[in-house]
């Protein structure tokens, strides 16, 4: 008989986990199923080679930088509460959270939040700045081979002219929300649970 | 003392005598007593009993888990170039250009596939609709009602007690009878009846192992059997296939030396008919094995050649892509397709998980296998085709007939890396998107998963 994922997990840890990320009972319960399945050294934590084990995540030219964003500073393992965390960006924004105020902390999954996530897919250094060196690097990862060096700094020179307001050089959280406020985000970055 | 011992002698007659005259005759000529109709019959009433009373404790209980064989999420369908599009209809850019939204195309499909992808799932077992009262699936059901816990540990009882050793004692005297019955027919001198012989043998043993696993199988469109001299393809799920297909019909297989028990059973069988077995080191040179494999098929007398494309067991619920290494041998092919009742018991072999040994006793301690075969009609390289479309178009045929997912990716990925060229393709065909596509010349399909040997 194989270890049965929904045991191991306390209705304590799934309380707690609800209460921080917002996901309903029956969704931890099958996520900590697809965490248990990924977890191949059955450790409890995942590593980057257990992510890097599914080949659509392996095939997508961003997929180290999304692996990157579930692992702390400096860390190689995460464990189940920090893959919940991260996943709860992308959780749906349902209608009664919309109208929250302002007062009250916000969810994970806000569409500041989402934005958050995606701004500190760019910005690695965590300076709160979009470097047209950080942008390049993304864009390098995007376009492999196929694009030179003179056509992607002219397309990230734009990007930054386009995006930029104060003149820095350099795109901040601010003007990067700006650039993308008629953007779908909570549509766009939102899985769709089936249940 | 001696009436404990003449009431055990007592029960092992009886016991031998239901063995000989009730399973293992019958099996000999291919008659069946239905005895396992009934019980086939009698499990779905069951089964079905136990569904509705699942269905009514899962209002009752929030707790159980809603099983989801169809996946957690529900992912976009569209291809990399509508998806961009939308991202970007805020924004007036003339169909190329790059725009920040564009990531989130890339990190979207990311976390969707950490969540849920196509491919890892079809290395371990399928999830049931509904519980089937095995303890290796079970997720908490059995505390929903105590009758349901009493007809489970009543089925464990009958599982293990009854039927397992019945089973267990089928397949011993199934395997040494293969053996023994090959030995002996392999003394003969080269003719016909040796051959006839040899046929009868094999068929004999297939059927005790299948009764020892107490499978059911129903073979549909039999007039499209493998004939001599053609290769039978078909979806790999577990060595148990072979045992299957071998039923109906006497095919030469290929596979690797074994040691061990294995390596005995290939042996013998070599000595009665020409099997193809290939050294550990052989399987690497790819030209040697397709030259003995056509030397084989060009032999039209010979029976046809059992292959499994696929090169792994894979799940049953889709069908992975084919190694064109066996399409390129020439010759007619005949497509099987087969599909296990996963009601009755997990056919799949994970093999991670589990060894060959333990594997078959989960197999003879589940209610029954319980299988569908059919064969396709023959198909042929058509012109202007090349060795992979065939293969494709093959295993199309396959996973249509079975309802099963058709795949292009590899089964290989079970034990090894992604390609880096399928990243490759990603990243040209946004290339050519933001930098509009006459800048770079190739053409595109949209989304497809190349595939590659």
Redesign the interface.
Known sequence: MGSRASTLLREEEIEEIKKETGFSHSQITRLYSRFTSLDKGENGTLSREDFQRIPELAINPLGDRIINAFFPEGEDQVNFRGFMRTLAHFRPIEDNEKNKNASTNEPLNSRTNKLLFAFRLYDLDRDDKISRDELLQVLRMMVGVNISDEQLGSIADRTIQEADTNGDNSISFNEFIKVLEKVDVEQKMSIRFLH | MEDVWSVAAGVFQVWMFVVLFLIMLPAMFGLSLGVTGVYIQILVKILEWATVRIQRGQQEQ??V??P?P?????RAEGSMEEELE??RS??SLAGG????????????????????????QRF?SEELASWNLL??T???FRYISLRLTVIWGLGVFIRYGVLFPLRLMLAIIGLTWLVLGTTLVGCLSESSVKNWLSELVHLTCYRICARGLSATITYHNKENRPQKGGICVANHTTPIDVVILANDGCYAMVGQVHGGLLGVIQRSMLRSCPHVWFERSEMRDRHAVTSRLRAHVAAKTKLPILIFPEGTCINNTSVMMFKKGSFEIGGTIYPVTIKYDPRFGDAFWNSS?FNMVSYLLRMMTSWAIVVNVWYLPPMTIQEGEDAAQFANRVKSAIAHQGGLLDLA?DGG?KRG??KDS???????M???I??GHNR?GSEQGCGD?PEEQ
């Open positions: 929030p707790s888990p809603i989801l169809n996946g957690i999420i529900e939308q991202l805020s924004r250009e790059f725009a920040l939204s564009d990531v989130f195309y890339f990190y979207k499909n990311g976390l969707e596939s950490i969540v849920d992808d196509q491919v890892t371990s303890t290796r079970n997720q908490n998980k990716w990925l890396k992604v399928f990243k490759e393709e990603q990243q040209k946004y290339s050519s933001i930098v770079l998963v």
